[in-house]
């Protein structure tokens, strides 16, 4: 897509339109509704939830703490930073079917202890507990694209070589950057 191009100027978010540009993804070969997701700065449940007419659930795959091996300049970390990692899926509660797979790198520092206490202790998403709390966030996509399910195909019932699209954007919360998330959905799916 060129994102210069007049007619199209403006269409996007900056921050999105400057991903854009490094990546194969084209939004108009894609669904509204995947351009949606690729480009909200909401809550993705909420969207799904009201697209699909149907509840999510959360499903979570794995979370944990860990030792960041490295700085993170995305996140303004130094190496040695103590941070969570969260993958989940979102899944529908009737039809059992898997929409979307989120990648999380959490600094639990940067946040309240609710917060903290509702990412360990629940199964709600993070833009749910974000709402809850009342905590004020900037959202800055910093890549998108789409790649080959690869390992995630069974989540979405779909072939390794068949590709998902997918954003990564930060989470700011008194201008320092508090959470990392990499969102990714079927190419294939959502074509409504």
């Not at 959360?58 to 970390?77: S, T």
């Not at 009342?134 to 959202?139: G, I, N, Q, S, V």
């Not at 694209?145 to 954003?167: C, H, M, Q, V």
Request: net charge neutral; proline share 4%; aromatic share 8%.
């Amino acid at each position: 897509m060129d994102i210069g191009d007049s007619s199209n100027r403006g269409l996007l978010r900056i921050d999105l339109q400057t991903s854009l540009k490094r990546s194969p993804l084209n939004p108009k070969d894609i669904t509204p509704f995947q351009r949606i997701l690729l480009t909200t700065d909401g809550m993705v449940t909420e969207m799904l939830e009201a697209y699909l007419w149907e509840r999510m659930k959360v499903i979570k795959l794995f979370q944990g703490y860990f030792v960041a091996d490295n700085e993170n300049p995305f996140l303004e970390i130094a190496k040695g930073c103590r941070v969570m990692q969260r993958k989940v899926l979102l899944c529908g509660r009737l039809s059992q079917k898997n929409h979307l797979y989120a990648d999380s790198i959490i600094i639990p520092d940067r946040l309240d202890e609710r917060i903290k206490d509702s990412l360990l202790n629940t199964n709600k998403p993070i833009g749910l507990l974000i709402l809850e709390n009342r905590l004020e966030t900037f959202r800055e996509i910093l890549d998108c694209g789409k790649e080959e399910a690869e390992d995630l195909a069974d989540y979405f019932n779909i072939r390794r070589s068949e590709f998902l699209i997918f954003r990564t954007y930060r989470v700011f919360s008194n201008r320092l950057p508090i959470m990392l998330i990499t969102e990714k959905f079927p190419e294939s799916g959502m074509r409504i």
